[in-house]
């Protein structure tokens, strides 16, 4: 049985929005202040999942990322180009811009219900797409890479509280990652 999996950058007072700074607000690149390698690689430990599972994005981050792997050729984000994706969108999106993506056929809770017995499916940033999964409760785990900043403004991925069960916790480059379960 596969699992949903939700990997965010994060900073300490739990913003999510525009880590990059792509976006333009005012308090956005917080993670890349901490340079690239703070961001480069496979930060959030998705190893083998990156060839067994399918990566879920909303339309916005999935176009956004669309337009910055496919020309990246080092060992991680060769992994990023081959690895299943799924994109959900209201409207047609052109799949052909990064390989091995389907759009999300039908419903998101009928795209789960057949995804999830046979593979971990991760979603990566899609806040709009995150938020639908955090209210139906359909999330298994939290990786978060947790930057030593605070921004004081933005989305943030708790707006209403949570509680999760912590897993493990280790020092990646300048953020910590840590892994929460459903409590």
Known sequence: ????????????????????????????GWAMRFGPQGVAGDKFRLGAILETGTLLFGRRTWEHFS????????????????AAK??????????ARWSNTDQVAGTLEDWLEMTLPERDVVVIGSG???????????????????FPTAVGAGRRLFPDGALL??????QVGPASLTRYRRD
């Open 1 to 28: 049985m596969g699992e949903l999996i939700v990997v965010q950058f994060i900073t300490l007072d739990g913003v999510v929005e525009d880590p990059d700074g792509s976006d333009g607000t005012p308090f956005g």
């Open 67 to 82: 337009t910055l792997w496919p020309a990246r050729d080092d060992d991680f984000s060769r992994s990023m180009n081959r």
């Open 86 to 95: 799924a994109v959900v969108s209201g409207s047609p999106v052109e799949v």
């Open 128 to 146: 709009s797409l995150l938020a639908r999964l955090t209210a139906a409760d359909r999330v298994d785990e939290y990786r978060l890479l947790t």
């Open 165 to 170: 069960a912590l897993t493990s916790s280790e």
